[in-house]
Every structure is written in C-alpha cells, then in structure tokens.
C-alpha cells in the first residue's frame, strides 16, 4: 500500500523568504504525486502534480516540486513566499485501487507566514 | 459558480441521531468522493462513485450509507451518531477514475456531535 509523510507538521517562514516543504512517498510502482493547498474553511486545491517525464514541475501561484525517485521525495518549493501563502500543504500519492484511483495524503503541513 | 457545493457547512447534533450532507458538482465529472479529514487534519477517503456506482469503499461502519441519484450528486448519510465521527467532511469529484484526474474538492461539513 502506498504511504505518504511529511516530516514537517509546522513551519515559519519570513514573507520574502524561500520555502520548501518536504514530502517523501513509499509505492512500488511508479508514483503519481500531487500537492494541494488548503485554506483555513475551504477545501483543498490542486497545486500541481508529477506523473512523469520532467521531474521539475510547475504549479499555480508560483510553486514548483522536483521528483527525485532516489530519494523518494516530491518535495515542494517557492522562491518568495507571500503573506497569503499561509495555510496548510498536503502532500499525495496516487495509486490503483481495483483499478481505480485510489488518492492517500500525507498530515499537512502548516505554513505560517510572518510579516 | 460554485464548482463542488456541500450542505450544510456546519452541523452540530447530539449522539444518536441520524444526520445527511449533501453534495453536489457541476463540472460534469463522472466520479465523485466522500473524505474524512479528523481533528489531526489527516484526510482519508471514505467512498467514491463512479457513475452512480459504488468502487471505492474504505472500512468505514456501515452506519455511513452514500447514496448517489445521478452523477452530479453524491449524499452522506450518517446513522447513530457517535462522538468519534465529529470531524470535517469532503466531497470532491474528478473527471475520471484515471489517476491522472485531479480531485475538485467541496468547502467541506464540519460536524459535531456532542
């Protein structure tokens, strides 16, 4: 069964500052990862995803990630962060289930933006 | 336009009782879930349906029962509240089954049972 962690539950980062938000994976087959952001009372919403072919991918509001099958990680990163950045990132791993999709996240991380 | 819409946003009700969220998408997507995110924020699914059928349904008691009327509609119904089902509740659909569909989530249902 596929398994997703995201070591970090908390982080603080300075407006302006970079940022990378670290998520490791564990599937046999090749993996189909997603990041989606989740603002405090809504839903999530899809970041960006990595199915295959370039591993550097680029998401909305300026997020990028990079696959690294070696390492087993899909970690998310921006440059600049901004004072509406602050919310809570999961991290994902796609898998079949009974040849349907089958989507596990990992706990989140919050991502706490100080001026 | 709101793309996935549940009702109600909030809903506090007391052990025992029998409750129901529903949802609706109108993007026109052929699959629709049920997710649970608990107090922690870890969200797991619960059921999807693809096409008015049931293809996914974790362990999850028989006392959540989803139903749904067509595609574009997938309702939760929760029987015999207990206080371990307070938790926010997400509906999101996708345009397929193929694990390159993105899942389009609802605002979610935070429950309480008190």
């Known amino acids: 069964a596929q398994s997703v962690t995201q070591p970090d539950i908390h982080i603080t980062v300075s407006e302006g500052a970079s940022l990378e938000l670290r998520c490791n994976y564990s599937?046999?087959?090749?993996?189909?990862l997603f990041w989606y952001v989740q603002s405090p009372g809504q839903g999530l919403q899809l970041l960006l995803k990595?199915?295959?072919?370039?591993?550097l991918v680029q998401g909305i509001k300026g997020f990028e990630a990079e696959f690294k099958r070696s390492q087993s990680s899909f970690n998310l990163r921006k440059p600049s962060v901004h004072w509406s950045d602050a919310a809570e990132y999961f991290c994902?791993?796609?898998?079949?289930?009974?040849?349907?999709?089958?989507?596990?996240f990992g706990i989140g991380t919050k991502l706490q933006v100080i001026p | 336009d709101t793309a996935v819409s549940q009702t109600p946003k909030y809903l506090v009700t007391q052990m025992g009782n029998d409750k129901s969220i529903k949802c609706e998408q109108n993007?026109?997507?052929?699959?629709m879930y049920w997710y649970k995110q608990d107090s922690k924020k870890f969200l797991k699914i619960m059921f999807s349906?693809?096409?008015?059928?049931?293809?996914i349904n974790e362990t999850v008691p028989n006392r959540f029962s989803p139903k749904s009327p067509d595609k574009a509609h997938l309702n939760l119904h929760i029987n015999s509240l207990e206080l371990g089902d307070s938790a926010v509740y997400f509906c999101?659909?996708?345009?397929?089954?193929?694990?390159?569909?993105?899942?389009?989530f609802g605002n979610g249902t935070r429950l309480t049972v008190t």
């Open positions: 999101a659909s996708s345009p397929g089954t193929g694990l390159t569909s993105p899942l389009h």
């Open positions: 993007l026109g997507h052929d699959t």
């Open positions: 990595y199915f295959s072919g370039d591993t």
């Open positions: 994902a791993v796609g898998a079949r289930s009974g040849g349907y999709q089958k989507v596990t």
């Open positions: 349906y693809n096409n008015k059928e049931l293809i």
């Open positions: 599937y046999g087959a090749t993996p189909y």
